[in-house]
């Protein structure tokens, strides 16, 4: 399945184009979101052939859904909900970012559900995962109020513990949906 087009009260989720790439690698460039990322900020040409690799590789194998959230026509965040690559993880977790600038407006929020139902509804999945950084308590409070419950602890080989969340539908957890 192509990466759909989503929307939301307030936001448009839609698939990259080539022209986002500057919106993208600002986004991972900036200290205060790259540190949430993945193994933490990376250099800028490592951000920009990421990018390159959501057309070579993910949108051209139709591997999963990535995209680019807009508000009014800008880049404010950045989705996917994918295979879960953590051990032991059995099916997809969702990944968002959001710019700073957006922050403290409930966008991510409104992402986390909007990626959550795609993945109910659309995917068909009976649940959705959320891997997190212990200390990353924004995001963990984010994900606690939509239904997400902590599963376990991940230690990481830096001496840091990320958190795997879950959010199952059978939970009757599904409740406001974008």
């Known amino acids: 399945m192509k990466t759909p087009v989503l929307h939301t009260r307030r936001l448009l989720l839609e698939p990259y184009a080539p022209a986002d790439e500057e919106d993208f690698v600002a986004l991972f460039q ?3 979101v790259g540190r949430w990322m993945g193994d933490g900020p990376a250099a800028e040409d490592e951000d920009r052939a990421l990018f390159g690799r959501i057309f070579t ?3 051209a194998q139709d591997l999963f859904g990535v995209w680019v959230v807009r508000q009014g026509g800008r880049a404010v965040a950045h989705a996917e909900i994918k295979p879960s ?12 970012a959001v710019a700073p ?10 992402i986390a559900e909007a990626l959550v139902a795609h993945g109910f509804g659309a995917l068909g999945l009976a649940e959705v995962h959320a891997t997190v ?8 409070a984010l994900l606690s109020r939509i239904g997400f419950r902590h599963v376990r602890d991940i ?3 830096d001496g840091g513990t990320t958190r ?3 959010r199952s539908q059978a939970s009757g957890s599904d409740r406001g949906r974008p």
Not at 101 to 110: D, F, K, V
Not at 133 to 139: I, K, V, Y
């Open 85 to 96: 690559p953590t051990p032991g993880v059995d099916g997809h977790e969702i990944v968002y």
């Open 133 to 140: 950084d212990a200390a990353n308590e924004a995001s963990l």
């Open 57 to 59: 590789k993910v949108y």
């Open 101 to 110: 600038a957006a922050w403290g407006r409930g966008l991510g929020t409104e």
């Open 164 to 166: 795997l969340l879950t």
């Open 30 to 32: 900036d200290a205060r």
């Open 155 to 157: 230690p990481e080989d």
